[in-house]
């Protein structure tokens, strides 16, 4: 198994406001595109994504590229400091995404625990080996791709300082007997 686990594309600065979804930039936009190019070429089986509306559009390109839907993990979730999930589905779905209800996670405004955000890592590492794949691609956010890449190397030691700084839009290749390959550009100008 392989898991491409990438980081969403720049998101807009202008749009902080919880009441609405955090959407990617322009610059954001064109480096999904130029990710899509990439990740078609080592033909993913399954795309998942956050449930955040910036995964979501980073994993569009992607998506109509490949011709796979989009399968939203709430596990894949950055909850961190950034609050709650507020916003209608419905903009998700309407990008075209599968929003898979069975994994939903409470949304909490308060700062996740590290030890938490570690089980939930290790639960989405699960189910996705539960999924009996060669090749995943997973959209989620910098916090969560740092804790995943400890929990795929089945760390128990993590601390706040030892996280992996996580480029916009960079890809992490996490294979099975491997080193992961840890913040990759596969990316072109940015």
Avoid at 28 to 51: C, D, H, N, T, W
Avoid at 152 to 174: H, T
Wanted: hydrophobic share 35%.
């Amino acid at each position: 198994m392989i898991i491409y686990l990438c980081r969403h594309g720049h998101r807009d600065p202008g749009s902080d406001d919880l009441a609405s979804p955090v959407k990617l930039s322009y610059r954001g936009q064109e480096q999904a595109a130029s990710l899509s190019s990439f990740i078609f070429e080592v033909k993913p089986q399954i795309l998942l994504s956050s449930p955040k509306y910036r995964c979501v559009q980073t994993a569009l390109p992607t998506s109509k590229k490949t011709g796979l839907p989009i399968n939203v993990w709430p596990l894949l979730c950055e909850h961190d400091s950034y609050g709650p999930i507020n916003y209608s589905e419905a903009a998700i779905i309407d990008l075209g995404a599968f929003v898979e209800r069975r994994r939903k996670l409470p949304d909490t405004p308060e700062r996740e625990q590290l030890d938490f955000a570690y089980k939930r890592a290790m639960e989405a590492l699960m189910q996705m080996r539960a999924l009996n794949l060669d090749r995943i691609v997973a959209f989620a956010h910098d916090c969560f791709n740092s804790v995943f890449i400890w929990a795929w190397r089945n760390l128990g030691c993590l601390q706040e300082k030892d996280r992996y700084y996580q480029n916009e839009c960079c890809v992490n290749v996490l294979e099975d007997g491997k080193e992961p390959q840890i913040n990759m550009t596969a990316i072109k100008g940015f």
